[in-house]
């Protein structure tokens, strides 16, 4: 698709709270699209979704969709599992896609979508890892590559969350949570994964029966970059993501309280966030548009690719290992295809 | 104009340094709008624009673009004493208006617009006090608001300028600058201004000769609060904006550094601001894509209207009489007619 | 008295709070002295404090401990009018003296007392004006000194109580709270107080009856720096003094929440001071020790001494007529002896 | 030793720069104590102390001091190998001491020491880990023990040093460095060390060349709590020691910076630590001071005993042990005697 005046037209795959973003994303904050279908089979969710995306046509699958000639570009915002059925056709119509995280659930069928992909001309897909479209990952990003304080020696994360919902599993903590720091420390640290493994500080008694946890999670990169992430998700008190970056000569923080200050009640204070949706509000529109507008200028990826999600599936598949396992668990990745490049 | 799924086609009056980000922005950012119309004699300001908004058609004059059916709503952005020649034909023509701040440099010319306004329906004119759309001073006057901390007392504001070029003037200091405060004040307070008094201290060596600052405004309402800004615009180390609310039982801050932490040399650092252009990104984007919305929803306007314009230009006058004078200079405006209410 | 191994021998006149203070300090904190005499005509009082200072001889008088050559030198913890018959006679036995501020109530009788004092050798009072000791402080006075940020323009200062007891007056407001400003501002900027001027905002409805406040102290320095301040005595939320230095190419701030970081209740917080006895605790200390050790190497004063008392209670005469009258009250002080240069 | 008005004598081995520090320390600024003998064998060491310390006489050997009666207790301020010949005599004298860390540099020598000591009515030896008196590490214990934000579950300790001296080595990464981290990590989580692990992130490049660091250590304690301990020691931006606690409901850290801020050249800027000596100046002075007070009131020692040095002796064996090994090396030490209860 060339660059012009004329709206972007995206189909919305799944209409559940993740896609119901999306699709009000789109049609009022994002310049130069529009929510022209939206493929849910539910119908109650299907007409909710409708009812915020004026002129947008239901559809019950994306074939159906694809047939009626109905999207310039597909946003897939399902659960993982069911990201494989509707990319194999998109790839098929040489759809631009934005599929939200993960790619697919295991590292083997990400590389059957690998595979696929790479009939095409060039890259389609770009993967939801929102974080790399904050600005203070940016501007972390910035300063490791700027090399002003020298090598980068280690990366620091926390990640905290008030809670979980019942459906969140063991095995999760990895795949749902430490997902995106599988994603975004190597991309902060220019390096990939070598190993993962877990340590299991005291138990939370206020988590879930069910979870041990936290976690701390250490990632070694390639380049001997030492990562360790605290991954806790009973935490009650907020939401907070934060990253510590370790330089030769210098150290950078991000994800710090920020904001109106307040003076009370024997206190100095500032508000920390609840929710992901207030911490990375503005990276979800921001990476969106830039999707947008790569689509329209032709360049169809303006983020983490396919390859990028098949990594992070062998370094999830890893991290499931190493919930179980003492030590490192390596992780190793077929030869990036110049596709890729 | 009622809610559709056409994009507004917006005119842009004025592609000076203002007028041309608002052209950039509706067109990248801006959900719902395009640039339809460019309004600048200077041909080649008025090149340089077009290139910007693909589709957007050059006019020499408001009456042209309106005559030529061009637009559905105007931003008016060239300087203050320009404004009253674009704001009469566009009112004439029943346009939805954002003009940027000042409504017209005095008071007598913001009632003659006042007056031609209240033969329309409703308001129809915005102004461009693009603070009221940060996300801080919204938190601000949220807080006030909502009375958890007692009565407001005091505002305190400081509003510091690296530099400012050959053409600002001692009035400047109000007119231009001190302008800001004189609506976002009574804003947050929820009460006009009853007088203005400045006071002078040490002169700034490092500011042009012309100018005799950094100056300390005091700012009486009408519900006994007292608000104080030091107004200082050659501090060179960055560009700062704060306000401190004091409140029976705490005190709020906005405008403190915010984002990516460093340590290097001896030192914790934040980056500060250098011009209002990053402080204010957000807001302006948030005030333009609030008034596209409230024109598309029917609505018009969604921030400060032309009264508040009025107001404004009441408060200039008296704080420019304020420079010369020592004591606190009244503030008298007419009643506020119902259509404003 | 020159320098020895010995302890000073201090004798403390007034066992109220501040001097019992002053007893447990130099008993428990100070090195190089030890109490040796407690005047307090209040049996009860004498005999807690007493308890406290092991080896402590109680008085009646100050002559009476004079005469019994009990001490080397003499704290005086007193309310302000009780200072004079304090410092007279112990001037006359040529004692080193630590006055708590004020030197005495009005600048006629301060002059009484630098008249006396100039028959001596050389001064023999330091006034108990601690924030001269605080750290901040310092670091704020080296650095507008250093001139690395250019001259200063202004200085901001909030003084904020939680409450005030019932003996507290409206005139306290300068005499008992903005006194401290008066003898710290000048000091940071190396200038005397030209003028004072008060202000009124919306007054606290929960500040006693009897009680106008808070105010704005203007406060206009020889060299041309203006000085703001302010005074805030019901709170409720804590205790509050802060600084902040407006210079030429950089700003600096003083007073700022310090100290273990919490993040609770979807909030970050830092505990807030409550009471000067905290925020100002190490700053009696060191300004105790500084006299100690000033008196045990002979210099006798190491920190404010009565000139600065004297210049302080003009301050104050203006500042009291301030609260009654619009517009600056000037501050006239007679020529500073060479004795006090 | 009773309650008096007496000063206590204290004698200080090894007039190095932590003696010297010490005996400034008491001569200056610790009240109820005075140096009384310094034994330093190194003729210009000992005369450069004593001018600091005016009284005090010097002796080639601690014995020689105790046979003079010339002190009523002793600082031990030599290197960790020269300990045990002090403290076997100054116990044998019945003496308090306050040694400086280690007590001694292996875990087999410390029995050696608490075996004797144990011969004694009750604890004689202070050990020198100030932290314990750092007003911080102090709140943050306090808040983990009242148990507000639930249980404690990790503790996350950077500490980073600009440089380190020449005759720093490999090893002394544990037991010079860390060896902090083993005392005062228990003491916040009132809990012993299980085991110890060290990790290689990336080698910083400006290190020596014979050092491999920085470190990460994970530290198990015996109730499951999770430590973990950044140690880096050619950071170069400054000197930095803070810790997080993590707990089931809130977090809470420690070792940011404080004190003035400044706005200078687009950035807000807080000075950093650049050594231990003003991070922990006041520490230092607490130490000595609870240790004065304690002495002066029987109780003898206030802070870490021989036992607790015992502890971080066999957790350095066990750390430099993990210097060399993969996964943890655990840590076992005898039963506590009663007498250290």
């Known amino acids: ?35 022209s279908a939206i493929v849910e089979p539910d ?129 999760m903590l990895i795949t749902d949570s430490v997902v995106h720091e599988f ?16 340590k299991y500080p005291r138990r939370n008694g206020l988590a879930p029966e069910r979870l041990r946890e936290p976690i701390l999670v250490l990632i070694e990169l390639e380049n001997g970059v030492l990562v360790d992430v605290e991954m806790n998700v009973s935490v009650r008190f907020g939401y907070q993501v934060g990253t510590e970056a370790v330089l030769q000569t210098g150290i950078a923080r991000i994800g710090q309280p920020a904001g109106l200050q307040r003076w009370s009640d024997a206190a100095f204070s500032i508000a920390e966030h609840t929710t992901f949706k207030t911490r990375f509000a503005r990276a979800y529109d921001a990476q969106v548009q830039a999707w947008v507008d790569a689509v329209r200028d032709g360049s169809l990826v303006a983020g983490p690719n396919a390859w990028d999600g098949y990594l992070v599936a062998l370094a999830c598949e890893a991290g499931v290992r190493a919930l179980d396992e003492s030590g490192p668990v390596p992780v190793e990745s077929a030869a990036r295809p110049a596709f890729y490049a």
């Open 183 to 198: 994603d975004v420390m190597p991309w902060l640290a220019g390096s990939p994964i070598r190993s993962v493994e877990v």
């Open 43 to 171: 119908a109650g969710r299907a007409a909710a979704a409708a009812a915020a995306a004026p002129g947008a046509q239901p559809f019950a699958s994306i074939e159906d969709a694809i047939d009626a000639a109905a999207l310039d570009a597909v946003i897939i915002a399902t659960p993982g599992p069911f990201h494989e059925p509707v990319l194999l056709p998109a790839l098929e119509a040489r759809l631009p896609i934005l599929c939200e995280k993960p790619l697919t659930p295991d590292s083997a069928s990400s590389l059957r979508i690998l595979e696929r992909e790479q009939q095409l001309d060039r890259p389609h897909i770009q993967l939801g890892f929102m974080r790399r479209f904050d600005d203070e990952y940016r501007a972390l990003r910035e300063l490791i590559a700027g090399g002003d304080a020298g090598e980068l020696l280690m990366l620091r994360g926390v990640h905290r969350n008030p809670s979980v919902p019942d459906s969140y599993t063991q095995s």
């Open 1 to 35: 698709m060339t660059s012009t005046n004329q709206d972007l037209r995206v189909g919305v795959v799944g209409a559940g709270q993740m896609g119901a973003d999306h699709i009000q994303r789109i049609t009022r904050t994002i310049s130069g699209a529009t929510v």
